[in-house]
C-alpha cells in the first residue's frame, strides 16, 4: 500500500499535549517492558471528529486526565487523531501509535468489521487496544488478550426511548395518537449501515412498545448518518409525503432528533406557531443526552432523549488503560466482563429529570 503523509488532525484543539509533568515512575506490567516510568502514552482514533457524542467523550477524556495526572503522580500524553471516516487512514495512524512506542491505543473503529489489521499489528508490537463505542465482532476481540471494549448496551438505549414515548401514551394518549386510529404512525432515522446502536435501537424500540400492548405504524425510515443536516434533508422530505400523519420521530441520536426539529421549524414553524396553525408537531425521541439534546428536552422541542454516558465512557477507558500500564488493579467498582467489556449504563431523560442531569454536566465540564 502507498504510504501517505501523515496529517494529525486535533480535536478540541488539542493534540498530542503533554497535560501535567511529574517526577514519580510507574512500573510497566507488560512483558518485556519492564522499565521505571513516568508517563502513560495514549493513542486515540476517532472515526469522526465532527461527530458531537464523541467530540463530547474526548472532551472528557481530556479533562479527566488532567485529574488523575495529580491523582496518580504521572504524566498522562494523549493523541488525539481524525480518521476521517476512513478505516486506511485509521490503520496508518495505529502503525504510528506502534512507532512512537505509545502504551495502548483507544481505537474507535471506522468499520466495526474492519478491525483486523489495526488487531495484528498491535499484538505483534504487543501494545493494548481498548476499542470504544462502534462495537466489534466478539470473535475479534478474542483473537488476543490484550483488547477489550468499552461502550453501552445497546439494546437498552431502545427499550428506554420505547419506555420514555410509553409513559406518555399512559398519561396522555390521544396526544400521541392524533388522529384517534388507536395506531401509532411514526417514522424512523436510523444511524449508520451496519453500527450496532442503529440496528439495536431502531429494533427494540418499536419491540418495546409493541410489548406493552401499542400498535404502531411505520410510516417511513431512512439512514441519516448520526448527521443533523443529513436528517433534516430526510425530515424534509418525510413531512412533503406525510405532513400531517407523523405522530412520533424516533430517532438513533441527539443530533439526528434535532436535525428533525431543525426541518419542522421550517416546515411547520416553532412547536407554538405550529399549534395555532391546528398542526401540532409529532413528538420527537433521541439518544445521547448530549448537551444540545439535553436543551431540546428543556425547551420541550424532544419529549425525552437516553443518556448514552460518554463521560462515563472516557473514565473508565483511562482508567483501564492506566491500570493496564501499572498492574494496578481497576477499583472495584468497575466491572469487566468476561476479562473484555466495560458497558455504561443507560438513563431515561425527560423533562421531569432534565434539569438534575444538565447540571451533573455541568459539575462534571467545571471539575
Ligand atoms: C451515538 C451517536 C454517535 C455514534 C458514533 C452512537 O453510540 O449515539 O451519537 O454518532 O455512536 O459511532
Not at 500524553?77 to 504510528?96: F, G, H, M, P, R
Not at 406493552?212 to 434533508?233: C, F, H, M, P
Not at 462515563?312 to 477499583?331: I, K, P, W
Request: net charge negative.
Amino acid at each position: 500500500m502507498k504510504k501517505r503523509a501523515k496529517k494529525m488532525i486535533c480535536m478540541a484543539g488539542i493534540c498530542g499535549v503533554v497535560l501535567c509533568v511529574s517526577g514519580c515512575g510507574i512500573t510497566s506490567n507488560f512483558p518485556g517492558k519492564e522499565k521505571k516510568r513516568a508517563e502513560l502514552k495514549i493513542g486515540i482514533s476517532v472515526y469522526d471528529q465532527y461527530d458531537t457524542f464523541l467530540t463530547e467523550v474526548i472532551s472528557r477524556l481530556q479533562s479527566y486526565a488532567k485529574e488523575k495526572e495529580k491523582d496518580w503522580n504521572i504524566t498522562i500524553t494523549l493523541e488525539i487523531q481524525d480518521a476521517n471516516k476512513s478505516q486506511l487512514v485509521q490503520n496508518d495512524q495505529n502503525d504510528e501509535f506502534i512507532k512512537r512506542n505509545f502504551d495502548v491505543a483507544c481505537i474507535n473503529l471506522v468499520d466495526r468489521t474492519d478491525a483486523s489489521t489495526i488487531i495484528d499489528k498491535a499484538k505483534k508490537a504487543d501494545m493494548p487496544i481498548i476499542f470504544f463505542n462502534r462495537e466489534l465482532v466478539e470473535e475479534e476481540l478474542e483473537r488476543w488478550d490484550k483488547l477489550y471494549y468499552v461502550g453501552a448496551d445497546a439494546f437498552k438505549s431502545g427499550q428506554i426511548q420505547g419506555q420514555i414515548l410509553i409513559e406518555q401514551c399512559e398519561k396522555d394518549f390521544a396526544s400521541v395518537d392524533r388522529n384517534g386510529d388507536g395506531i401509532i404512525q411514526y417514522v424512523m432515522l436510523e444511524g449508520e449501515a451496519g453500527h450496532q446502536d442503529s440496528i439495536v435501537r431502531s429494533m427494540y424500540v418499536i419491540d418495546e412498545i409493541t410489548k406493552a400492548g401499542y400498535k404502531v405504524e411505520k410510516l417511513a425510515d431512512e439512514i441519516a448518518n448520526w448527521s443533523r443536516s443529513q436528517a433534516e434533508t430526510k425530515m424534509t422530505q418525510f413531512l412533503s409525503s406525510y405532513r400531517n400523519e407523523i405522530e412520533v420521530v424516533f430517532a438513533n441520536n441527539d443530533d439526528m432528533a434535532l436535525g428533525a426539529i431543525d426541518a419542522l421549524k421550517k416546515e411547520l414553524g416553532t412547536k407554538r406557531e405550529a399549534k395555532d396553525n391546528g398542526t401540532p408537531w409529532p413528538y420527537v425521541l433521541g439518544i445521547d443526552g448530549t448537551e444540545v439534546g439535553l436543551e431540546a428536552v428543556a425547551n420541550g422541542e424532544m419529549l425525552g432523549t437516553v443518556l448514552n454516558d460518554g463521560k462515563g465512557q472516557a473514565e473508565r477507558m483511562l482508567d483501564l488503560a492506566y491500570s493496564l500500564v501499572s498492574g494496578e488493579s481497576l477499583s472495584e467498582e468497575i466491572e469487566l466482563i468476561d476479562g473484555k467489556y466495560i458497558r455504561l449504563p443507560y438513563q431515561k431523560v425527560t423533562a421531569e429529570n432534565v434539569a438534575k442531569i444538565q447540571w451533573n454536566m455541568q459539575e462534571t465540564i467545571k471539575e
